[in-house]
């Protein structure tokens, strides 16, 4: 099992800054791939970003709205994934869940709310 813990949602202007931080604890030496998804009520839950774990440690995938703005970088050290949100927008308002792939299973945390007032 793994298990993810979220930290750093909260309320910001259009045009701030926010940090996510998703730290891994239990099983964590099989771990492929850490990201962010974010979902909005009613609709599905969408990648954001996430980063590949092995041959290629540092390959990361961002949604096509978020490229620019938003990057995910590792911290080993803590076995987290980082999320710097920058120019955030009111379209990025979501839930935003750290996911991890292990061993072919996929782990979820439990979430944290972002909203970007207008």
């Known amino acids: 099992q793994v298990q993810l813990v979220e930290s750093g949602g909260g309320l910001v202007q259009a045009g701030g800054s926010l940090r996510l931080s998703c730290a891994a604890s239990?099983?964590?030496?099989?771990?492929?791939?850490m990201g962010w998804y974010r979902q909005v009520p009613g609709n599905q839950r969408d990648l954001v970003a996430v980063v590949k774990y092995g041959e290629r440690p540092n390959s990361a995938n961002y949604a096509d709205s978020v490229k620019g703005r938003f990057t995910i970088s590792r911290d080993d050290a803590k076995n987290a994934v980082i999320l710097q949100m920058n120019r955030l927008k009111p379209e990025d308002t979501a839930v935003y869940y750290c996911?991890?792939?292990?061993?072919?299973?996929?782990?979820w945390g439990s979430g944290t709310l972002v909203t970007v007032s207008s």
């Open positions: 239990g099983k964590i030496f099989n771990i492929d791939t």
């Open positions: 996911a991890a792939s292990s061993g072919g299973k996929a782990y």
